[in-house]
C-alpha cells in the first residue's frame, strides 16, 4: 500500500486527525509495538523493523562506550532511527534517558545542581534556563525524551531520592515546576488543556514523575507506603502534578511506591479516574524500570498478570527493558482473551503517538549536528555557576553573630585544603552522573571546589591541599583559615536510604580535627541533612550546605570569597536527632536545628 498521501505523514494537518488516521492502520502488533519500551543493548533491526517498539532508553550509565561525547551518542540514536523508520509504517521510535541535572550520562554535559540545590534557590526562572540548556544539550544527542523532572515532595531525608526532590513543601516543588516549560518550550495561549506540548526542535519530551506519594513513604524507605488519606495525597504529593499538566507536559511515570498498601503501577483508581479523567491529561503514562513486575513476588512471577493489572489500570507504555519478546508474546494473548479490552490498548496507543506528533519526531526524526556546539559551553556552565551561587545555604557564620567569619580573604598567605569531598568531581555531582549511581573522580569534565579555590585566591596564597591531614601538617601554626569539605558519596534509588545519616568517610571527624587547630569553614556536599552534633557546630567558625553542586565548584568559591552574597535557604528541615524523623514545617512539635526556609547572609541577617 502506498502511504505518500496518508494524513498521518501530512504536517499541515491537526495531531488529532493524524493520530486517528495512523491509529487506523496498524495492526494489533504494531500497536503493541508502540507501548513497549526497551533498554539500548536489547536493540536490534528486527525489534525496531518487525516488532514496531515504540520507545528505547539508556539506563544510567548505559551508552555507546566508555566517556562517548554527544556525538557518538547521536550516531548510536539516528542508527536506531533509521532501522525504525523502515518498519512499515515508518513510525519513528522516542529515545528516552535520565537526564535529571543536565543530560548527566554524557561526557563533557553540563552538570547542573541537583534538584534539592535548586529549591534552596527558589527561582523559578533559574530551573526554566535550566530546563531550556538541557533540553539543548539532550538533543544534540540525538535524544528526544527525558525523564525528568522528579516532582515528590520528598517528606523524610532517609529517602535515598531526597536529592531528587525540590523541597519537603509542595509550594516549592510546584514552583520549580518551571523546568517543565523549559524542557518542552511555552504552551501558546488557547493550547488545550492538558494535551502534551513540545514547541520544536530544541526541545525534549518531559516526564513528571513519581505518581504519586514516592516522597511520603513510610520511613522514607524507598519504593514504599505512603500511609495517608487521600486528602493528604491529593494536598501534598498531587499538588506539583497540576502545575506540570498545565504546562502541557507530555509523559507521566508512574511510582514504584505504594498508597495505603496499593501497588501506582496497578492503582486503576489513581492512574486513570484521577489522573487521566479528573486532571484531564491526555499525554501517556509511563511505567519505571521493570516496574510492572514488582506487582508480583517474587518479581514478574506471575507475568501475564503484571502486565494486565499495569495496563488496564491506565499505564500506557512499559519500561521492559529486556524481555520485550515475552511480554509482548503475552500482551497479544490478553488482547486476544479480552483480559485487556482493545479499547484500552487503543486509548494508549492514541496518546503515545499524540505525544510523538506534538514532538515532531515524524518530521524531524533525526538529531540535529548544529547543537553540538551547546554541550557543555560557556553559557550554560555559566548558569550552572550560577545555580550553584544560588543554591548555597549558610548556615552559621562566626563563633558570634557580631564577628563574621565568612566572607574569606582571597588573599590569606596560607589556606589549608581537606576533607574527602575537596577535589573529588564525582563526589560533588552525586548520584545519576556517568553511572546510575555515580562514581568518585573526574567522571566527566568540571572544576571541583578545590580548583575553584586555586583558582579565585591571590598569587601570593599557598593552598596547601591534604584530603586527611596529617597531626604534622596541622601542627603547623601559620594558617590563616582552613577550608574542609566532607558529605555523602554518590547514590541513588534504594541504595541511598539511610535510617542513620551519618556525614560519610568520618566527615565529622576531619572537620572536628581540622577546626582543633585552624578556624574552620565546613562545606557539606549532600543530598540531604546530615547529623550535626552541636559540640561539631560550636567547634567551627562557619558551615555551609551546599548540597550536590555538580560540575561546578567555581560558584562555591564565588560566594565564599565574596563576588556574590548567599541568597540560598533550606528547602528541608534540618533536624536534631534521626529519632525526630519525619519532621517537616508545619509539625506540633517542630524542633528543628535549623527550620524550613533557614539561611543567613554574611551579615547575619536571616533571608526572607
Known amino acids: ?144 525524551y527525558t525523564f525528568a523532572p522528579c516532582v515528590a515532595v520528598c517528606r523524610d531525608p532517609r529517602w535515598g531520592r531526597c536529592y531528587e526532590s525540590y523541597s519537603e513543601d509542595p509550594d516549592v516543588v510546584r514552583k520549580m515546576t518551571s523546568i517543565v516549560t523549559g524542557l518542552q518550550g511555552q504552551v501558546p495561549q488557547g493550547y488545550p488543556k492538558g494535551y502534551p506540548y513540545v514547541a520544536g526542535r530544541n526541545n525534549v519530551v518531559a516526564c513528571a514523575k513519581h505518581f504519586v506519594g514516592d516522597g511520603g513513604t513510610d520511613k522514607g524507605i524507598n519504593e514504599g507506603n505512603a500511609i495517608i488519606s487521600y486528602d493528604e495525597l491529593e494536598r501534598i504529593h498531587m499538588a506539583p502534578y497540576l502545575d506540570c499538566i498545565s504546562q502541557g507536559v507530555s509523559t507521566i511515570m508512574a511510582s514504584y511506591s505504594h498508597w495505603n498498601g496499593s501497588q501506582l503501577h496497578a492503582d486503576k483508581f489513581l492512574l486513570t479516574e484521577v489522573l487521566k479523567d479528573k486532571l484531564g491529561f ?16 517474587p518479581m514478574g512471577s506471575n507475568y501475564r498478570y503484571c ?100 566572607p574569606l580573604d582571597r588573599n590569606a598567605k596560607r589556606i589549608l585544603v581537606a576533607g574527602s569531598h575537596a ?41 596547601i591541599y591534604e584530603q586527611y591531614p ?12 582552613a577550608i574542609v569539605v566532607v558529605g555523602e558519596v554518590p547514590y541513588a534509588e534504594w541504595s541511598g536510604d539511610n535510617k542513620d545519616l551519618v556525614i560519610p568517610l568520618n566527615g565529622a571527624d576531619v572537620i572536628s580535627s581540622v577546626s582543633d587547630k585552624v ?11 546530615q547529623v550535626l552534633e552541636p559540640w561539631l557546630l560550636e567547634k567551627i567558625d562557619a558551615f555551609i550546605a551546599a548540597w550536590l553542586p555538580g560540575s561546578e565548584g567555581r560558584g562555591i568559591t564565588d560566594v565564599v570569597f565574596g563576588d556574590y552574597e548567599f541568597s540560598g535557604k533550606l528547602p528541608v528541615t534540618w533536624f536534631k536527632r534521626v529519632e525526630q524523623l519525619p519532621l517537616n514545617v508545619g509539625n506540633d512539635p517542630y524542633d528543628p536545628l535549623f527550620p524550613f526556609g533557614f539561611g543567613l547572609t554574611t551579615t547575619n541577617e536571616l533571608l526572607k
Open 1 to 144: 500500500m502506498d502511504f505518500k498521501h496518508c494524513i498521518y505523514k501530512n504536517p499541515n494537518e491537526p495531531i488529532g486527525s493524524r493520530v486517528k488516521d495512523l491509529l487506523s492502520r496498524m495492526t494489533l502488533q504494531e500497536k503493541l509495538g508502540q507501548m513497549t519500551q526497551i533498554e539500548r543493548v536489547v536493540v536490534t533491526p528486527t525489534a525496531l523493523k518487525h516488532h514496531g517498539i515504540g520507545s528505547i532508553l539508556s539506563a544510567g550509565g548505559s551508552g555507546p562506550f566508555e566517556k562517548a561525547l554527544s556525538s557518538d551518542w547521536a550516531d548510536m540514536v539516528d542508527g536506531f532511527q533509521k532501522h525504525a523508520l523502515e518498519s512499515r509504517l515508518g513510525i519513528p521510535m522516542l529515545y528516552g534517558i535520565d537526564a535529571v541535572h543536565g543530560n548527566n550520562s554524557v561526557f563533557g554535559a553540563t552538570i547542573f545542581p541537583h534538584n534539592v540545590g535548586l529549591g534552596a534557590t527558589r527561582d523559578a526562572d533559574l530551573a526554566r534556563r535550566i530546563g531550556i540548556a538541557t533540553a539543548l544539550e539532550v538533543r544534540a544527542s540525538g535524544i528526544h
Open 282 to 297: 491526555k499525554g501517556f503514562i509511563i511505567s519505571d524500570w521493570e516496574g510492572i513486575d514488582r506487582l508480583t513476588e
Open 307 to 406: 502486565i494486565s493489572a499495569s495496563i488496564n489500570a491506565g499505564v500506557d507504555m512499559i519500561m521492559v527493558p529486556h524481555k520485550y519478546e515475552k511480554f509482548l508474546e503475552d500482551l497479544i494473548s490478553l488482547v486476544e482473551t479480552g483480559e485487556i479490552p482493545m479499547a484500552r490498548i487503543d486509548d494508549a496507543v492514541e496518546r503515545i503517538l499524540r505525544v510523538k506528533f506534538a514532538a515532531g519526531l515524524f518530521e524531524y526524526p533525526f538529531s540535529d549536528r548544529s547543537l553540538l556546539d551547546t554541550v557543555g559551553c560557556k553559557q550554560h556552565r555559566e548558569l550552572a555557576q550560577d545555580a550553584v551561587r544560588k543554591s548555597l545555604v549558610l548556615l552559621k557564620n562566626g563563633k558570634t553573630p557580631k564577628k563574621p567569619f565568612l
Open 423 to 463: 577535589d573529588d568531581l564525582g563526589f560533588q555531582c552525586g548520584g545519576w552522573t556517568a553511572d546510575w549511581h555515580g562514581r568518585s573522580g573526574r567522571i566527566t569534565i568540571g572544576t571541583t571546589v578545590l580548583d575553584a579555590i586555586k583558582e579565585a585566591v591571590g598569587d601570593k596564597t599557598e593552598v
Open 470 to 481: 596529617s597531626a604534622e601538617t596541622l601542627a603547623c601554626h601559620d594558617y590563616s583559615y
Open 519 to 529: 578556624p574552620t569553614l565546613a562545606i557539606l556536599i549532600s543530598g540531604r541533612p
